[in-house]
């Protein structure tokens, strides 16, 4: 199983500040995604990050507020923009590879905006 | 619209007692399905699968789980628990032919040495 980093672990932003997430893959995958775990909820899928093209946002997920890069096939970066205490919550990096169809996860990274 | 059920929201057992966490999904299309754990300050963990085959599977640690098809369910089980299972447990189902994976609320386990 693809082993995953990201960083930060955790940050406390102010309002109106933007945070960028990084989240690194220790072998090439074929897909990242990245998910939002609000507090007492599921996760939800934010966006699949795909290398070369932008991101595929799910519902109510938009690139103005998520902007996401994929540049290569081990690494992806997340970005909140203008957060507002809504936005505070736990972010997750995954990734699949072409071979098994099974997701392995990242450890987070727990915003908290003020 | 697809949606994965963890009815038992938290659950408090002893020591060596039987676990059994309930998983319901809404979809009537083949489905992969997933078992995740995330241990107290660590990240989310595969526990088992399923794709297809044998209904019971097993997984790490003495789980396991069995899909039962008609009742939409995917319920994992452990005969003797630990104390080391204290933890947050995650049903999560994939359609098949998709990439998406939809989570159930999960269930907060807590086992008293």
């Known amino acids: 199983s693809a082993v995953i980093s990201q960083k930060p672990s955790r940050d406390i932003c102010q309002r109106g500040t933007s945070l960028t997430i990084q989240c690194q893959v220790d072998?090439?995958?074929?897909?990242m995604f990245w998910y939002r775990q609000q507090p007492g909820q599921s996760l939800t899928l934010i966006a699949t990050?795909?290398?070369?093209?932008?991101?595929?946002?799910e519902s109510g997920f938009v690139i103005d507020k998520f902007p996401i890069s994929r540049p290569n096939l081990t690494f992806s970066t997340l970005t909140v923009s203008n957060m507002s205490p809504e936005d505070s919550s736990i972010y997750l990096c995954?990734?699949?590879?072409?071979?098994?169809?099974?997701?392995?996860f990242g450890p987070g990274t727990r915003l908290l905006v003020l | 619209a697809q949606s994965v059920s963890q009815h038992n929201h938290h659950v408090i057992l002893s020591e060596a007692a039987s676990l059994e966490l309930g998983c319901n999904y809404s979809?009537?299309?083949?489905?992969?399905l997933f078992w995740y754990v995330q241990y107290p300050g660590q990240h989310l963990q595969l526990l088992l699968k399923?794709?297809?085959?044998?209904?019971l599977v097993k997984g790490i640690k003495g789980f396991e789980a069995e899909f039962i098809k008609s009742k939409f369910s995917f319920n994992l089980r452990k005969p003797s628990v630990q104390w080391s299972d204290t933890a947050e447990y995650f049903c999560?189902?994939?359609?098949?032919?998709?990439?998406?994976?939809?989570f159930g609320t999960g269930t907060r386990l807590k086992v008293l040495a």
């Open positions: 995954s990734s699949k590879d072409a071979v098994q169809e099974t997701q392995y």
């Open positions: 072998s090439q995958v074929t897909m």
């Open positions: 990050a795909n290398q070369g093209s932008e991101a595929t946002y």
């Open positions: 979809y009537g299309g083949t489905v992969n």
């Open positions: 399923y794709f297809s085959g044998d209904p």
């Open positions: 999560a189902v994939n359609p098949s032919g998709t990439y998406k994976y939809i």
